[in-house]
């Protein structure tokens, strides 16, 4: 009986590991402990998952967006990943989706405060190492189509010599739209 009791005792024990805390995403939650987790436990995220398509004049814009936990060095936290393309006609301009999706050029997820439908997001043009990108989302459904806003601002130009091997004058223009209203596929 007391040899029951002691294995019960350590099983127990061995059962009872603690719990990583858990944090509703949008909360600005200080001295995060080690491998707390920021949740999307309001799926607000899910709206903006999927493909999203904006056509005019024979250029196309297509993302695709996913949501996916990311550990960012000590704690995670639900985010947006994705890639994209873009065509004029038959000439493509730029296409990151053979790009490894852990190699996102679309990714991150900051809520807007008072705002559960939108987003900022870090995005980057592989051909475009110098150019800092941020690209705001707004989610609405409008009759039933769901549509997404996409702003995409240039945050900074990092200069030439900053960059290890970089050629002094790579490009620094925007080869994507910066002001486009997408509908979902």
């Excluded at 250029?59 to 960012?72: C, E, N, S, V």
């Excluded at 994209?84 to 790009?99: A, F, K, P």
Aim: aromatic residues 12%; glycine residues 6%.
């Amino acid at each position: 009986m007391k040899n029951l009791i002691i294995l019960l005792f350590l099983f127990v024990m061995i059962s009872c590991k603690s719990q990583s805390p858990i944090y509703t995403l949008g909360e600005s939650p200080t001295n995060l402990p080690n491998n707390a987790y920021i949740k999307d436990t309001n799926n607000i995220l899910n709206k903006f998952s999927g493909t999203w398509k904006y056509e005019n004049n024979g250029k196309t814009f297509t993302i695709t967006l996913q949501k996916y936990k990311a550990d960012l060095n000590g704690y995670y936290k639900d985010m947006l990943k994705g890639y994209y393309i873009y065509t004029n006609g038959s000439l493509t301009i730029v296409d990151t989706s053979n790009y490894p999706i852990n190699k996102s050029k679309i990714s991150g997820a900051w809520l807007w405060e008072n705002n559960l439908d939108k987003v900022s997001s870090l995005f980057y043009d592989p051909e475009r190492p110098r150019v800092s990108c941020e690209v705001d989302l707004t989610y609405s459904n409008q009759g039933g189509v769901e549509k997404l806003h996409w702003e995409l601002k240039v945050k900074g130009i990092v200069p030439a010599q900053g960059i290890p091997g970089m050629s002094l004058n790579p490009a620094t223009d925007i080869r994507v739209p910066t002001d486009i209203e997408l509908i979902k596929q």
